[in-house]
């Protein structure tokens, strides 16, 4: 199994590059960098690359309505040229609340766009000349919705790699098929393992049917809350801020993703609760609402013992990569949760 880190996009970015550089030298394998609301994160990425040589770097995700297919593409070319091929390209639909809400961007289509983005990207890195008549996007824009001086172009660089990775961030069955179809990684969050199989089971079966063999296996890349040790009972509290942001305030009743996964997990009416005291508000009430129990399923807190019985479940859910966020008091502390995990995942 391999190991990651999953950084923050909130505050602190040039110390947590010091960390990664640190965890970089013991042997991390990978670091993603999510893009919310926030400073961007292919900037961030940027950064990195230039301060690290060996750890993959990716993005954890970015959303697919922000920026064209082509810039996409772009994008991950450059990032992947200034890495010296260690970029994966990390892509999601995010949801209405980021998308219409921060953008200003319809959000329609999850599925057929995203399709139409990851075909047009591996044209582009391929570097054919980019023409591409889909129900979302037309690469050259047609004669008769712009000027008709538009031509078919490639990418004038030369990338790197003409296949770098793309992993798609889902929660819903049909996201996940999807994923399983055409993508070298899945990016699920608040991974719970002994729930996945009925939660994700069949839709990840249904994919792998249409799966085109050359993608080679699905790396399943979940992220994790993580503190190891006999005194960390109270590094519960400082994961369940983020559950109740997405729960109770990532969408509106009806149209919220996670607790959608909360509900399937069998959380109903705890996400219920915390939905309702978060939008009406009272977030402090919806972060003391979340059980400790949906947290210490969907992470990695706790003594050394139990946390190894944690990454065993995980590796028997399928998955491949465990992108970690130390929930740490310093850098030195979140060095030693993650020095632990290497001696639990080698």
Same mark, same amino acid.
């Given at each position: ?53 060996? !750890? ?63 075909? !047009? ?226």
């Amino acid at each position: 199994m391999r190991t990651g880190i999953f950084l923050s996009y909130a505050g602190g970015f040039r110390e947590t590059v010091d960390e990664v550089v640190e965890f970089e030298r013991l042997g991390v394998d990978i670091a993603l960098v999510a893009e919310a609301y926030s400073y961007d994160a292919i900037s961030q990425l940027g950064f990195l690359a230039a301060r690290t040589s060996t !750890i993959e770097l990716g993005s954890g995700v970015v959303p697919i309505y922000t920026r064209t297919p082509t810039l996409l593409a772009m994008t991950a070319a450059s990032l992947d040229y200034v890495s010296d091929g260690r970029f994966r390209l990390g892509i999601g639909t995010s949801g209405p609340q980021v998308v219409e809400g921060f953008h200003g961007v319809p959000f329609d289509a999850p599925l057929g766009r995203t399709r139409e983005v990851v075909d !047009i990207c591996r044209q582009v890195w391929r570097r054919e000349k980019v023409s591409y008549d889909g129900k979302h996007y037309q690469v050259p824009l047609p004669a008769d919705r712009g000027t008709g001086l538009g031509k078919s172009l490639r990418l004038i660089n030369h990338p790197v790699r003409e296949n770098i990775p793309i992993t798609i961030a889902a929660l819903g069955p049909k996201n996940v098929e999807l994923t399983a179809e055409i993508a070298e990684g899945w990016q699920p969050v608040f991974f719970y393992p002994e729930k996945a199989d009925s939660v994700w089971g069949d839709a990840l079966r249904a994919g792998f049917a249409k799966r085109d063999p050359v993608l080679g296996p699905l790396d399943v890349m979940v992220s994790a809350s993580l503190a190891i040790g006999d005194d960390v009972e109270d590094r519960l509290a400082w994961a369940k801020p983020q559950l109740a942001l997405y729960i109770g305030g990532m969408g509106a009743r009806g149209k919220n993703f996670y607790h959608n996964l909360a509900t399937r997990y069998g959380f109903g009416e705890v996400a219920d609760r915390i939905q309702d005291l978060y939008l009406a508000g009272k977030k402090e009430e919806a972060v003391n609402a979340v059980p400790d129990e949906l947290v210490r399923n969907v992470s990695l807190v706790g003594p050394r013992g139990f946390v190894a019985e944690r990454v065993a479940a995980y590796a028997e859910a399928g998955v491949t990569t465990l992108l970690v966020h130390p929930l740490a008091a310093n850098p030195q502390e979140s060095v030693a949760y993650v020095e632990q995990l290497l001696e639990l995942t080698s």
